[in-house]
């Protein structure tokens, strides 16, 4: 009797002229324990299970609906982890460095489709072959034999365009598509008709045969389980028997596994009935009974008869690990091996096989790529919306903010004039006729003048909302405003009563009233300048003793465009960024897909950095665009360098990426993520000073404000485009040390939520 017993190894046993074979294990389950939910209401899914699972045989793991079986397999495929106990898959525990789980050793089928809508069968297998590390003739290859033995149509045909059935083909073709060691399958053959699913069963055992490959499998179809070697019968969180079918039908003298699971879940609630007095749990052993062999021998497997008949038990372990000295035993007990971690790290390499030690993530970051920028162009309405979107907010910013508004009407009671004609005449020249006719001839072209017979009509027009203010002259206007010019000082109270062009104004619309409160100042001056030059005097003599010179920045005519606009670039670049990536992961994580690329050996950090990649593509792209409408098409002022301008801007989508990363990954529902994005948009926008100084804050809100990630990039920006400073300026440099500070904080976040998720 030859027994080198290791996880890795095979007993070989010479019984009198028969030799057994027992498999050595592909995954192996000890004392599981696993929880969802909060510490005070745990929801124990996972309850001391153990599973043992033989090299080269079809595993049945079968249940009702929510007994566990997915999330066993999830941490199998190392995607969970257990609260306790320990799980060895192909020699290693999953997750550790070298295992090659996850990675392209397993080839998992979740029991969503996972796969990707709007790709081809051939993009898809193109996809899952890179991340596999594969060549592209090797896919080929492979995906030809498939479509072929999965009865699949035309490897062009888009994933959303096949029928339900046909989708489960495709994403079981995915699993197979690699030939890895071990095949992991949540009901993979659901929806399909019972001719395909009995030549997926086929497939399985042709695979299994020559006891390399291992499948586990989960089937709510129970008959057709019997075609697997072994049949895991799970309930509450643990397995009530771990056994061949046919050991499974005859122990129970039962027709159908359906029969035997019923009465094994009948037998479960009397043990647990009497557990606490015999101290027995959840340990049947089935075999020894079927075959009257003692209750602790193992039942071999004949190499002529094939593999069948297992019997590991749930608390007779075939393989007994010592956790005093780490030492593995052989059944016997007799042989030690290498203890658990020098065993497991002697085979991590050579199990991980040359292929896998050099799959390279550059392999895989490429076919995340290729598969973003792929979804990206094969999605219309998502090609529009990154590249129209931000072209058409330029737009409607230049043409429907900053502009002054025109066609204001202006109720005017002129009694130096007949009113009711309607003409207002003036001498041009140095004359002192009508002057009010004089004055309202500078006015603004775009204020519409309305004449009134008296005061109270037109203040009832404004009342009612037909003028935005109304203007009175005195029949007198004219001489008054000569003589309190010639007077000076001298004037008395009536002259200067009646040389006043009164206004009563609606200040209803802040905007309109200071414009027009504005217009009729500047007009006045202007008048007034006028008729003092065409009589020879000097022009200042007519204006305020206010000199406004030529400004030290911007002109004597801001815009409130110019004051926007950089707070409008960053922000239109900020959110559509955030748009974009907010629900990145989410699709991804609902669909199945992230779980798939995950097993498969993508890190969290690699799907981040194709992400990163990806949208830093098209934020350059937004950029340029929205750039060249605001800068060359509508003429925002921009006195700085376009270096700096073009570099802050980058930084700011790169920031808003990060933030909807962050969204991404602590939001389970795309729609709670939409709502944290839009959520998060409007106060950003009140309080980062795009709209309004943050100095008319109070003091509180504003230290509130500065620390926003916006707030100092759009001062930053406004200081490049306004007053041209360079990035020594503190105020410019602190809006890149902002914007960076919350690039690497909003990254960490991601990072370690899906750390955490991955948990
Ligand atoms: N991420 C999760 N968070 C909280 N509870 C979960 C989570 N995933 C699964 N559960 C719960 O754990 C239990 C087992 O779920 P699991 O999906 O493993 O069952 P299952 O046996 O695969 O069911 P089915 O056959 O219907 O797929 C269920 O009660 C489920 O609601």
Not at 438 to 465: C, F, M, P, T, W
Not at 589 to 604: K, N
């Amino acid at each position: 009797m030859l027994i080198t017993s290791s996880e890795q190894t095979i007993a070989t046993i010479d019984d009198g002229g028969t030799t057994w074979t027992r498999p050595q294990n592909a995954v192996s389950v000890r004392h599981a324990f696993k929880t969802y939910g909060p510490k005070s209401k745990p929801n124990q899914v996972l309850n001391n299970l153990n599973m043992t699972v033989a090299k080269g045989t079809i595993y049945g793991l079968l249940g009702a609906s929510g007994c566990g079986k997915t999330t066993l397999l999830s941490c199998i495929v190392g995607r969970k982890r257990l609260n306790s106990g320990e799980i060895f898959v192909l020699g290693g525990k999953p997750g550790t460095r070298g295992s090659g789980v996850p990675g392209k050793r397993v080839g998992y089928m979740p029991q969503e489709i996972a796969l990707y809508a709007e790709f081809s069968i051939k993009e898809t297998m193109m996809y899952f072959g890179w991340i596999f590390g594969m060549q592209t003739s090797e896919i080929i290859e492979r995906l030809h034999f498939l479509l072929n033995f999965l009865d699949l149509p035309s490897e062009n045909r888009l994933v959303k365009n096949l029928s339900g059935g046909q989708q489960r083909r495709v994403s079981f073709a995915v699993a197979l598509m690699h030939d890895p060691e071990l095949l992991i399958l949540d009901e993979p053959t659901v929806g399909v008709d019972p001719l395909l699913r009995q030549s997926i069963w086929n497939h399985l055992v042709h695979i299994t045969k020559a006891g390399q490959k291992t499948v586990i499998i989960t089937t709510h179809y129970i008959e057709e389980a019997r075609q697997a070697h072994t049949i895991g019968l799970m309930r509450s969180g643990r397995l009530l028997a771990e056994e061949s079918p046919q050991v499974l039908l005859s122990m129970y003298r039962c027709s159908s596994l359906e029969d035997v699971f019923l009465k094994l879940s009948r037998k479960q609630g009397q043990q647990q009935q009497q557990a606490s007095e015999l101290n027995i749990s959840n340990n049947i052993s089935l075999s020894a009974l079927a075959f009257g062999n003692k209750k602790d021998n193992p039942v071999y497997i004949s190499q002529e008869s094939g593999v069948i008949g297992l019997n590991f038990h749930q608390s007779k372990e075939v393989l007994i690990s010592d956790s005093t000295n780490g030492s593995t035993y052989g059944l016997n007990g007799s042989t030690p091996t290498l203890p658990a971690s020098q065993n497991q790290q002697a085979i991590e390499c050579d199990d991980c096989g040359v292929d896998c030690c050099n799959l390279t993530s550059r392999g895989k970051i490429r076919a995340l790529l290729q598969k973003n920028f792929l979804r990206m162009w094969r999605n219309v309405g998502v090609m529009l919306f990154i590249f129209a979107l931000p072209v058409m907010q330029v737009i409607l910013f230049c043409l429907a903010i900053g502009r002054d508004p025109t066609g204001l009407k202006l109720a005017i009671v002129n009694h130096e004039m007949n009113s009711s004609s309607g003409e207002c005449y003036y001498e041009k020249g140095c004359s002192f006729n009508n002057l009010s006719c004089r004055y309202l001839s500078h006015l603004n072209s775009s204020i519409i003048q309305e004449y009134y017979d008296d005061v109270e009509s037109a203040k009832q027009a404004v009342a009612q909302g037909n003028a935005w203010g109304a203007m009175y002259f005195t029949e007198n206007f004219t001489d008054a405003l000569v003589a309190r010019i010639a007077l000076g000082r001298d004037a008395d109270d009536e002259t200067l009563e009646q040389s006043e062009i009164r206004v009563w104004l609606d200040m209803s619309n802040q905007q309109i009233g200071i414009l027009l409160n504005r217009d009729l100042q500047y007009t006045y001056r202007q008048f007034a300048q006028n008729l003092l030059e065409e009589c020879d005097n000097n022009p200042k003599l007519g204006d305020v003793p206010i000199q406004f010179k030529e400004p030290i920045y911007g002109t004597n005519e801001p815009s409130f465009t110019d004051f926007v606009a950089p707070g409008v670039i960053l922000t239109i670049v900020f959110f559509l960024a955030v748009a974009l990536t907010s629900s990145a992961l989410i699709i991804e994580r609902t669909e199945g897909l992230l779980d798939r690329s995950w097993v498969a050996g993508v890190t969290p950090g690699e799907i981040l950095f194709s992400h990163v990649v990806t949208q830093f593509v098209v934020m350059c792209g937004q950029t340029a665009l929205v750039l060249i409408f605001m800068i060359l098409v509508f003429g925002v002022t921009n006195n700085g360098d376009i270096f700096l301008v073009i570099a802050l801007t980058i930084l700011q989508g790169l920031c808003g990426m990060c933030f909807g990363f962050v969204i991404s990954a602590i939001c389970e529902l795309e729609r709670n993520a939409i709502q944290l994005a839009l959520g998060s948009f409007y106060p950003t926008l009140l309080l980062s000073g795009v709209i309004w100084p943050i100095e008319g804050m109070p003091y509180i809100l504003r230290n509130i404000a500065v620390g926003l990630p916006l707030t100092l990039a759009t001062s930053a920006l406004r200081s490049i485009l306004t007053r041209g400073w360079g990035f020594m300026e503190f105020e410019v440099y602190m809006g890149f040390v902002a914007t960076i500070s919350w690039i690497l904080l909003f990254l960490i976040i991601t990072m370690v939520s899906l750390k955490l998720k991955q948990n």
